[in-house]
């Protein structure tokens, strides 16, 4: 392992997270890989920025195993764990200072231990690449469908057309529209100068073999397309759904209760469908509040946890989008 990152140094090197950043309080407690071979594109592939997403974790550990040098057309990092207290915890937030990782972008060098760490992304390592992959899953308080979605701006090297490319070429059965949120890590880079795509799919609370290998087959699909990885363009499903997501498409626990999820995740369902019942979790009746798709389209996420409080978000759904 070595000690000083080097994103230029050739071959396949393993850094020390803990001396890059040169913290005490365990901060950054893992590892940066990178295999550079030469010129060519460059991507740098994140997990674990929300500490119980441990779908991604294990994908991006199996993809460091299968990469050599040889593998590669320019260069590959992989950051497999990213907010490393919060996985040691179970936590999707930091337990050194309570912060969500994905909400403090682009950090603050004199900040706390997640702002200093992602100020250390934002401005040392993010504008050394093409592409930023954040990989995400559900976690424990949620389930979501295998999806993409990704966000570029005047000034990236990969450009709007581009981007569109690069997801469908993940070849998930979603790619997402979405306003990008400033504080996120995939919202954040393009102002860097760097384009992003953000990977959902999965948990629940426990991890499955289908889910880790949709992820990582989506993973390896898509940088052979991007054309990182060596080797021919792989064929993406065609049957892609484009989906549209704002607010609109939530749909919350009016009052503390129990779920009980009444569609399947993934399903379609129409605008005013029962889609839940939030079961009262006190007093003698059983009658449940019905809950309604806001909007009709696809579910995407679900909760997990069957108890709720007032006001969680218990699911939503993403609106076909216009061509
Ligand atoms: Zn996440």
Redesign the pocket.
Known sequence: MSKKLDLSARGKSVFDLRTVLETPDGLAEDVLVSINNGPGPSVILCGG??GD?YEPQIALRRLIDALSTSDIRGRLVIIPTLNFPASQKGS?LSPLDGHNM?RVFPGKPDGTATERLASFLYGQVFPSFDLLVDV??G?GDYRVVPMIFGFTAPGCRVGDSELERVMEGWGYRFIQYVDGIASTSAGSSPSAGVASVEI?GGSGGDVTERDVEIMYSGIVRGLTNFGVLAGSERAAPKDVIRVEVTDANQYTAPADGIIEHRVELGAAVGEGQIVALLHPASGASADPIKLHAPRSGYVLRQRARAFVRKGELIGNTGTPRIQ
């Open positions: 920025i929300h997403e999707r994905n995400h899953s976690g959902e």
